[in-house]
Structures are given as C-alpha cells and as structure tokens.
C-alpha cells in the first residue's frame, strides 16, 4: 500500500544551520505531497505542499520539490531560527479511495542558539 | 471561524468504561477524520467521513466507532478502553475528498488508560 518513510529525528541544529529532512514516499497514483508541522503542545498545521510533480511548495523559509523519478519530498531551509523546532510530518494524499492522507513517522527538530 | 475543536482536552479512563471523544468543525468541509498519534509512529487514521452518513475505517479501526449525522459533528466512541489505547486524538477536516486539498487538525485529546 501507500506509504511515506521519512529520517529518523532527533536533528539538532545550531541557530542559522542549514536543515534537510528526507521524506520518500510509495504510491501507486500520482499523489499530493505535504509537510506538516506540530509546535508542542499542539495539533498539526500545513506548512507546505505540492500537488504533481516537479512543482516546489515554499512557505516561511522552508521549502520542497516533488520529485517523481526519486518518489522524494525533502524538506529545507537555509537558516533555522529557535522558533523552528518542533517535530515534522510528511505525508501524501491519493491513498486508495477518497484519497486518505498517510502520515511519516515524523522527525523532530531541536534547534539551539 | 473556530476550526476544529474537540472536547475534552484530557481524559483518564480505567480498562472497561466507554467514552465518546468530541470533534466539530464550522467550515463546512465535508470530510473529517480521527487519528491516534504515538511515540514514534506518527499519525495513523482510525476512521474518516466524506459526508454526513457515510463512514470508512481506516488503518487501526478496531475499538473505536463513528457515525456522522450532521456535517458539523464527527464524534468518536471508544467502546471498551483497554490501554492500548493510551494516545493523543486528533480530528481533521477538509473541504472535499480531492488530494490536494489541506487537512485542518483540532487540538488534540490525551487519553490515558489505567
């Protein structure tokens, strides 16, 4: 079935350090691809999404490209703030009927002065 | 609009007793669905809806129940608590079943089996 694997956390980071996080996906579509993000205590928020590749979903400094020939959606932002950490979800819709929406395991980010 | 709200925020049941989690949305999105989140295992969908009275499982429906009356109200039953189902609850709403469309989360509820 449909699935989503993403890098295991925790990633720690100083202040202004470039982030990566990996996210592949499985699909037997042509799935819409986003990242969520979970600031504690909190439920989910979009931060970005691409709905067919090629297409580059941008928001608040983060970025990614849905790539279909690597089945990737890595996740970037040249500098990160302390404001930024909380843990990261990708996910994909298109998942069998009515297009559930499947879940990474989430990475979390902790980001240091 | 308020979004996504579910009662209650925190809830300790013992193994047995049976509760109904609360979830209501304003927006008038016609599907709405409830996950479990756990350590390590990211958000897993127990049952989804894409319209008042029509329902489907999801990937860890055992437990639990569903029913949508009204496109507002998409409440979640716990039949009989056992600890596995110790977890944070989230409801979700989006406007259609199309792919692309963003999913909504409420709060979240901490549900802790004794």
């Known amino acids: 079935g449909d699935s989503v694997t993403q890098m295991e956390g925790p990633v720690t980071l100083s202040e202004e350090a470039f982030l990566t996080i990996n996210c592949t996906y499985t699909?037997?579509?042509?799935?819409?691809l986003f990242w969520y993000v979970q600031y504690p205590g909190e439920g989910l928020q979009l931060l970005l999404k691409a709905t067919k590749a090629d297409d580059k979903g941008s928001n608040k400094g983060f970025e990614a490209t849905y790539r279909k020939e690597t089945t990737s959606f890595h996740l970037e932002k040249g500098s990160v703030q302390v404001s930024d950490s909380a843990v990261y979800f990708c996910a994909l819709s298109g998942a069998g009927g009515y297009n559930k929406l499947i879940f990474g395991a989430g990475t979390r980010l902790a980001v240091h002065p | 609009n308020a979004g996504v709200t579910q009662t209650p925020k925190f809830q300790v049941l013992k193994t047995g007793q049976s509760m109904t989690l609360q979830c209501a949305q304003d927006?008038?999105?016609?599907?709405m669905s409830w996950y479990r989140q756990d350590p390590g295992m990211g958000l897993r969908l127990i049952h989804y809806?894409?319209?008042?009275?029509?329902?489907d499982q999801g990937e860890v429906p055992n437990g639990y129940n569903v029913s949508r009356s009204t496109t507002e109200d998409f409440p979640l039953r716990l039949l009989s608590a056992a600890p596995s189902q110790t977890s944070v609850y989230f409801c979700a709403s989006r406007r259609s079943a199309e792919s692309y469309n963003e999913q909504f989360f409420g709060p979240g509820t901490r549900l802790t089996v004794l």
């Open positions: 809806s894409v319209g008042a009275g029509i329902t």
């Open positions: 699909a037997t579509g042509y799935p819409s």
């Open positions: 927006m008038n999105h016609e599907y």
